[in-house]
Structures are given as C-alpha cells and as structure tokens.
C-alpha cells in the first residue's frame, strides 16, 4: 500500500528544467514529495504535457498517487523585450507604453494596454518583484510617463505590479481558457488560479469547467483579495498564499500577518491552505538553507498549514532533491515539537451532521488511542473534514479511485488507500481492516474508529463512527 504516516504536511514540488530528467523525478517522490506543480506562467503547453507524463510514470513506477497541480498565469503585467543591458538611473524619466517595442532606457512596453486609464499621478509602480520602484507623473492615451524612484538593471518580461491600484483586466486571459480545456483532457487534479481578486474570479474559472470541474486553488496575491478573505476561501476548493506578489502588492511586514489571518480562515472554514514562495530560496544556489529558511518552513507547520511549496528551488535550482530532504526533515522536526492539536469542539454544527461526526472522531483519536482513522469516502469529502480537526491518530483515506486519492495528496495528515467500495459498509470494513493489517499499519489488539455513511455510495453523507478492535 505504500502508506507514509511519519509526516503530516504534505510537500508541493514545482517541475522545471532541473526535474525534467525522469531520475531526478523518481528521487523527488523518493525524498517525500505529495504533489507536482506545472507552473504554466514558465512553460508552453508542450513541455507541460511531457513534465505530466513522465510525472505520472514515475509516480507509477514508486506506487504513489501523487497529485499534480497546474498553475494557470492569470492577468500577470509584464514589461515587453528590453535590449540587453539597460539600467535604469534614479531621477530619471521613463515612459510605459501601449504599442510594441523593443524597450530601453527612455520608453519600455507594459502588457496592460489600458495601464493609462487605471492609473494617475502618484501612484507607484513596481517592476521585477519591487527592486525597481517607479512613481506615475503624468498620463496619455497609451502611455504613462513616470520617474524612477529605485533604480537597477531593467531585464525582459520582468513582472509589474500597480500596489492599491484596481486594474481593467479580465481575470481569465485567453491562455488561461485553452490551458483549462488541456487541464480537463489531460487529468489534472488542482487548477491554481493566479490574481485572485473576487469570489467572482474564482465562480467566473469554475463557470468555464460546467459538467467536469476540477477543484481550485485560488492564490492570494492581490491587495483586493487580502481584504475580501473570507468570500473567496468560500468559493475555492483550497487556497495559496502566494507571498511573492503578496508582498509586491501588500508591503513585505504585511505578509506575516496576512499569511496567518489567510491559514485561519481557511482553516475555520475547512479548506486546504498552502504556503508558497521563497521557503528554501537560497537552496536554488546552496545545498543547505538559512536558519531563516527554516524557521519560516517551521513557523508554517505550527500554524497547522496543510502543505508548503518549493518553487524556483526545485524547477530550475542546483539541489532540487536536497531541497525536498530538506524540507521533509524539517516538516518532521517541527511537528514532532508542536503541541498536540486539539480539535475544535462542532460548535455551531448542529445542522452538519458530516463536521460533527469528523470533530468527535477526532476528539476519540486522543481519548481511545486510536492506531487510526480510517475514512471511507466517494469524493475524499469526509476525508478532509476529519483532517480540518488534525486528529492525533493517523488518517488514512479509503477511496475507490486514484483520482480522489490524487486530489487528497494535497490535504494535511491523509494517506489514500485505493479499495473497491462494496454493496454494504460491514464488508468495506472488514476489506479495509485486512488490507491495514496487511500494510502493518494495524496491529492485532489495537483500536480503528471508522468514518462512513450508511449508504456508502453517496458523497457527503457521512453519518457513521465505528470503533473495532483488530483481531
């Protein structure tokens, strides 16, 4: 069966020309990694469609159901081609136009044609993650003049953001629209949706899937979306912090406060939350971490995250595979020093009879010693409303297909074992309790309390706790 049960938070690896060797993938599921992301902001639809299929080989070739995320680019700004070499002097004016051209020192093109209409004298501009700061002085039709606050080396497609700014950009591009047909023949399992700024953002993505849809992750990464939290976390399937364009967007002291305020609503309302950027940065160039580093991946684990995110580190840095070790090690390290979560009392359950029946498992987790909970769940539903209460026992999801095993990679403390669901739950039961037995993850003696619905075919209809004895 192939299940981990040491780690809880699971690891998200981004794929990139440093993981594009089929062994160095073999050695990153190896090391403890859960789910692969395509980041297609980096990426034609080509080398996409071959990372996906030797990702899924080699998951094949380990016995792991591991997901994959794509990670659609959304209305990201970008400066156009720029001539090698240019440096940008403080005090120095600059203008940002609409039309095509090879930029240099005195104008440079801005992907947002309308950048001119949405911006005005004073507002600030910032360019390659905010090393270059610029500040708007005037607008034209098709143009804005601005003058250079910061300065520094202006490089090609660098990103732009617009802080406290609202922008006229459609939040699906073009590309995002034939990215999500290729997502939806292609069998991907979460689509990460970039520039979040509205649950409108988020039903507008989910719209365009109509009769197949496929979870979302929503990333927050706007200034609006840090103010409309709650509404969007309620309309995503899961929920990123993405910490690069949050800080651009927000200011660097924000994020702390906003990435914990971010994993307790997500948290509250029963959603998987994921820390992303820059947690082992200096591992793209080093084969070990700064103690920041660690304290960073450390801090994400106590506030009970379900998962973090390596991003540059494995897609184009040296140590890819260390970078995974290294994670995992302090994933282990920190949760062995946390304090034992305690669930949440169901209050304010009364009419969720599936969040009550999750939060009094896992109050018996602690109170029986339990080896296990085992979750017996069509759609991985019931599964991840155990996992919002993080039991003290090991979690382990019976599912009855690898798709719905894939999907809960990504969720803290589960592990997927694939069974075929019976006509009747004492015969599910009975399979499961051999097939634990058989792994070793249940010894004669010891106690399993199982999660299920009398009608064992419906999603959503947990209603059942059962608690055997091994024999």
Aim: charged residues 25%; contains cysteine.
């Amino acid at each position: 069966m192939g299940v981990t049960l040491m780690r809880r938070t699971k690891i998200v690896a981004t794929l990139g020309p440093a993981t594009d060797s089929p062994g160095v993938l073999y050695a990153l599921l190896s090391a403890g990694v859960d789910v692969f992301r395509l980041n297609a902001a980096h990426a034609g639809p080509g080398e996409l469609a071959e990372r996906l299929r030797v990702a899924r080989a080699m998951a094949a070739e380990a016995g792991r159901e591991v997901g994959v995320l794509l990670d659609l680019p959304g209305p990201k700004l970008r400066v156009g081609e720029v001539v090698p070499g240019v440096e940008l002097k403080p005090g120095r004016q600059l203008r940002l136009v609409a039309e095509e051209c090879v930029g240099d020192s005195s104008r440079v093109t801005v992907s947002h044609r309308a950048l001119a209409d949405d911006v005005g004298p004073g507002d600030r501009i910032l360019i390659d993650d905010g090393r270059i700061e610029l500040v708007v002085t005037s607008t034209a039709p098709g143009e804005v003049c601005v003058e250079v606050v910061t300065g520094g080396a202006l490089l090609s497609r660098k990103g732009v953001n617009v802080p406290g700014v609202t922008l006229s950009v459609e939040p699906i591009t073009r590309f995002d629209t034939t990215l999500l047909a290729w997502a939806l023949a292609s069998d991907i399992d979460w689509l990460g949706q970039s520039f979040v700024r509205s649950a409108d953002d988020v039903h507008a993505l989910r719209g365009l899937m109509r009769d197949r849809q496929l979870p979302i992750v929503a990333k927050i990464e706007k200034h609006e979306a840090a103010d409309r939290l709650e509404s969007i976390i309620e309309a995503a399937d899961a929920v990123m912090v993405a910490r690069g364009d949050l800080g651009v967007e927000t200011s660097p002291e924000r994020v702390p406060v906003l990435q914990r305020r971010i994993v307790g609503v997500a948290r509250s309302a029963g959603k998987p939350v994921i820390i992303a950027t820059e947690m082992l940065d200096s591992m793209r160039e080093r084969p070990r971490p700064t103690r920041a580093e660690a304290s960073d991946v450390a801090t994400a684990i106590f506030g009970r995250a379900d998962a973090v995110m390596l991003s540059g580190e494995t897609a184009v840095g040296k140590y890819p595979v260390e970078s995974v070790e290294t994670m995992a090690r302090i994933i282990v390290a920190a949760e062995d020093a946390a304090a034992p979560p305690r669930p949440p009392r169901a209050t304010g359950m009364r009419d969720d009879v599936q969040a009550a029946v999750s939060a009094a498992v896992s109050e018996l987790a602690s109170e029986l010693e339990l080896a296990a909970i085992v979750t017996m769940t069509q759609s991985g539903a019931t599964a991840l409303a155990v996992s919002r209460f993080r039991p003290a026992a090991p979690l382990i999801a019976a599912v009855p297909s690898s798709e719905v095993a894939r999907r809960l990679a990504l969720v803290w403390g589960v592990r997927s074992v694939v069974v075929p669901f019976t006509e009747t739950t004492t015969e599910l039961l009975d399979a499961v309790t051999a097939r634990m037995r058989e792994a070793g993850l249940a010894r004669t003696g010891e106690r399993i309390a199982f999660t299920a619905g009398l009608a064992t075919r419906v999603p959503g209809g947990t209603d059942l706790i059962h608690v055997r004895t091994v024999e």
